[in-house]
């Protein structure tokens, strides 16, 4: 599970490794000041994913600008519904390609289910940009599962 | 809280997904573990250590140098030394030469000690081993008969006189035929044993020589004032690592823009990805210099306060989540004018530890920065800053006297921020707890 979320997080299989260790470290090494009442695993998920927001902030996030800029002036003709009818390995995939601003909001938005407010705060943005990173991170999935299609409709 | 638009929609799909993660990084993990307790134990080392160290300084300067009764450090007059020998007397010898009446016999030991300190002067010249000297007190030690007026012999050791012959059987036939040897001796002090009359030469305290340390002024005459400076290295604890509530609010950058700044069609290249300015997300401070020069002013033998001017630089970083801006580095110099109430908790002649307790008000004065952009290259600039900073600050400081007036000084101290608050281009995360080491001379003005 806590290898599941740090590939979500991260851009390839060594980063998510990185990320994992130092969530493993930490949870070892605070494991005093977990509270057995709650659940193991939710105690685990929120040590993963704050470890992940760490990398993201010393990763200095959005390098490849120009993509960002391609994305965000064109539009998709792909659904937006395209993005859950992808198969899960599919999925993860374009996901690692986001930039990690993109990227990041969109696990805490999409997958863990947190609020832009709470994004906010977490990530120390206003709410309005974690709305316009969410945003623009599905239009770049949409982009890139357009993208796809094309390729296979040549192959054809 | 979740958000109701996708509450269950990616997430069922990503529940339960990862693998087990490989031996290769369990290996890691555990050594990170180690890497970590490590880390820590040195923290605990390094506090703990300066703490033992100012505490053996304490000890040893407690155990070494004379101790004072009025607060001030003064050498032991003819008086303690008499009651010494009363002392000494009373309890070498219980119930043996103790039928005299004590009263009587402490002003015979007094009226001798002070006898022999006026001779002192003129007897400088240090005794030779088996040298013959007339007893200079023979009125005074002729109490049973005129035999007392034989000369006593003084050997290497007052212990070389047998104890089965009585003082007046004491002759040059005693002599030892071998030399005492040096290392044999006992330390006494050279030029006073033979002027000890006959009577109280049992009553010598059986103590090493001490060292004559430097006279000290008494506090009590003349208090005096002391000039310094000093050096001291500051380093944040670990329970003030950044957290939010210590980002500085009125920095112009720590405010996130809104979204319809952060990337819009326009986007010019030579600005941040955020318009005006990026929002942080990291940042760490350093504060790695400290010069201070004071003044102070002993009001109380034991009571002194201190203040002066300090100067301050801290170094801070700032991560920023930006397309132009990776990270910057911001120093910060400061002015400072404290004000501490300090208190000797041990006073010693040579060594004082003195504890102090006190305020501070730093204004800062100059920023320099230098920001680091993605591109490789940086730019740096350098201006007068606004701010201010208000704080606490208690510590134990270990003082030896080197000369007359020099000191030199050694100090552990605590210090808490009350108030923050620097305008700096870039976005600060200031530390409030901060442990420091220091290093000083001190000049005492009499």
């Given amino acids: 599970m806590m290898k599941g979320i740090c590939l979500r997080y991260a851009v390839n299989e060594v980063e998510a490794e990185d990320i994992l260790q130092d969530s493993f470290i930490k949870a070892f090494g605070s494991l005093k000041s977990y509270n057995a009442q709650g659940a193991l695993g939710g105690w685990l998920r929120r040590i993963t994913v704050n470890t992940a927001l760490m990398q993201y902030r010393k990763n200095k996030a959005l390098k490849s600008l120009k993509t960002v800029n391609d994305y965000a002036e064109v539009q998709s003709t792909v659904e937006d519904g395209a993005i859950e009818q992808l198969e899960l390995e599919s999925l993860l995939e374009k996901i690692q390609q986001l930039p990690t601003g993109f990227r990041t909001v969109f696990n805490l938005y999409a997958v863990e ?40 409709k040549y192959a054809k | 809280m979740q958000n109701e638009q996708h509450k269950g929609s990616l997430t069922d799909k990503f529940e339960g997904f990862g693998a087990a993660p490989s ?25 703990g250590s300066g703490m033992a160290a100012i505490i053996a300084i304490s000890a040893l300067g407690y155990h070494f140098y004379p ?12 008086e303690q030394q008499a009651e010494e020998i009363i002392k000494t007397e009373s309890t070498d010898h219980p119930g043996t030469e103790q039928t005299e009446d004590v009263q009587k016999d402490k002003n015979t030991v007094m009226a001798d000690v002070a006898v022999n300190s006026d001779n002192t002067t003129k007897n400088t010249a ?71 009359p006959l009577k109280n030469i049992s009553k010598l305290p059986l103590q090493p020589a001490q060292p004559k340390w430097i006279k000290i002024e008494p506090f009590k005459k003349k208090l005096p004032w002391e000039f310094g400076v000093s050096y001291t290295f500051y380093t944040p604890l670990p329970w003030s690592w950044p957290s939010k509530s210590e980002l500085v609010p009125t920095s112009p950058y720590s405010t996130a823009v809104e979204q319809e700044q952060t990337i ?57 989540d930006g397309f132009v801006v990776e990270y910057a580095n911001t120093t910060i110099n ?29 204004f800062s004065v100059l920023e320099k920065s230098e920001n680091y952009f993605t591109d490789g290259t940086k730019s740096s600039f350098g201006k007068w800053v606004a701010g201010y900073a208000l704080g606490t600050e208690a510590g134990l400081d270990a003082v030896f006297r080197i000369t007359d007036r020099l000191n030199l000084q050694f100090g552990t101290s605590y210090r808490i921020y009350l108030l923050q608050n620097v305008k700096a281009q870039n976005a600060l995360v200031f530390k409030r ?10 000049w005492r003005m009499y």
């Fill in chain 2, 334 to 362: 400061s002015l400072s004018i404290p004000l501490s109430l300090r208190a000797d908790v041990v006073q010693r002649e040579k060594f004082r530890l003195t504890s102090h307790l006190g305020i501070f008000n730093e």
């Fill in chain 2, 23 to 47: 031996d290769e990084l369990w290996g890691k993990i555990d050594a990170g573990l180690e890497e970590k307790k490590k880390r820590r134990g040195i923290i605990w080392w390094w506090m």
């Fill in chain 2, 126 to 196: 240090p005794i030779t081993e088996n040298e013959v000297k007339p007893d200079p007190f023979p009125e005074e030690n002729n109490t049973a008969s005129d035999k007392n007026n034989k000369p006593l012999i003084v050997k290497g050791s007052e212990q070389a006189v047998s104890k089965d012959k009585s003082e007046e059987d004491v002759t040059e036939e005693d002599l030892p035929e071998k030399p005492v040897k040096e290392s044999d001796k006992p330390a006494l002090i050279s030029g006073e044993i033979g002027q000890i």
């Fill in chain 2, 67 to 78: 101790q004072n009764e009025a607060g001030t450090v003064v050498e032991n007059t003819e």
């Fill in chain 1, 113 to 152: 289910g947190f609020t832009h407010k709470e994004i906010g705060e977490m990530l120390d943005v206003s709410e309005g940009t974690s709305k316009s990173q969410y945003s623009r991170a599905r239009v770049f999935l949409r982009k890139m599962i357009e993208a796809e299609q094309k390729k296979l």
């Fill in chain 2, 433 to 442: 707890h901060w442990f420091g080491a220091s290093l000083g001379v001190v």
């Fill in chain 2, 264 to 320: 819009s069609s326009s986007y010019d290249f030579t600005q941040d990805s955020y318009g005006s300015s990026p929002p942080l997300v990291e940042s760490s401070v350093n504060k790695n210099f400290n010069l201070h020069a004071f003044v102070g002013k002993y009001f109380k033998p034991r009571w002194a306060w201190r203040s002066g001017l300090h100067f301050s630089r801290s170094v801070y970083r700032s991560y920023y």
